[in-house]
């Protein structure tokens, strides 16, 4: 787990709770490459009341250059690991980063992840406008968790 920077578990990771950080470290293992986080990433005290950042259940990811290819399989990866929180942002302070995030009650999205996708900084709309690799990461994740479940 590096920073934006280069700085390896930089505080705002090691600010995240101990499962938290285990499941970056292993959703890193998981997709080969260390996963940069940005400064948004774990406890931000720049984070809303509402946010799991406040909780430290979150990372921001940093991920403007990496291609579509690797951006979905970080994503479908998450999913399967048991990320239930997705985000992403085209505009605003977070530009360029996936937010992914541990939570324990049913979403917006299939199979009951919670998921937005940021066109305007602090207007958050529905995962579908995203860009076409977001949504079909999404799709493709939920796809693995019905399966998963029987379904």
């Known amino acids: ?41 774990g406890a931000s005290g720049r984070a809303s009341k509402s946010s799991q950042h406040v909780v430290g259940t979150a990372i921001d990811i940093y991920v403007a250059d990496m291609s579509d290819e690797e951006k979905k399989k970080l994503i479908v990866t998450a999913i399967n690991m048991g990320y239930r929180g997705i985000g992403g942002y085209s505009a605003g302070s977070g530009k360029g980063t996936i937010h992914l995030d541990i939570r324990q009650r049913d979403g917006n999205g299939p199979e009951g992840l919670s998921l937005w996708w940021r066109h305007r900084p602090n207007e958050d709309s529905y995962y579908t406008t995203a860009p076409t690799w977001f949504a079909s990461a999404i ?9 998963r479940r029987g379904g």
């Open 1 to 41: 787990m590096i920073g934006v920077d280069g700085t390896p578990e930089p505080a705002h990771f090691r600010s995240m709770t101990a499962n938290a950080q285990n499941m970056a470290r292993n959703l890193s293992a998981q997709v080969g490459y260390p996963i940069r986080i940005t400064p948004h990433g």
């Open 139 to 147: 799709d493709e994740g939920a796809e693995l968790l019905r399966q």
